[in-house]
């Protein structure tokens, strides 16, 4: 097993959130373009990453109801 630098560590971090923020952003513009079955996948992946984390993180309470509108048959672009 290789030693992690704190370095390294903290790149790994780094790293990690911003996937975090890509998902979601991903699963917004799909949505915004009408792609409703990459945007609940993106959606899917970015909860899947966040499954762990406090419920009250502002972003994760942002992200569960507009998953909602995706899942539903009735969203719209200016409901996200």
Do not use: H, N, T
């Amino acid at each position: 097993m290789r030693a992690v630098s704190c370095a390294d560590a903290g790149a790994q971090v780094k790293r990690a959130e911003k996937q975090k923020a890509l998902q979601l952003g991903l699963g917004r513009a799909c949505a915004l373009q009408g792609d409703k079955q990459k945007s609940r996948a993106a959606y899917q992946d970015f909860l899947a990453l966040w499954k762990d984390a406090d419920p009250d993180i502002p972003v994760l309470k942002q992200a569960k109801p507009e998953y909602a509108k995706v899942q539903s048959q009735q969203y719209s672009i200016s409901a996200l």
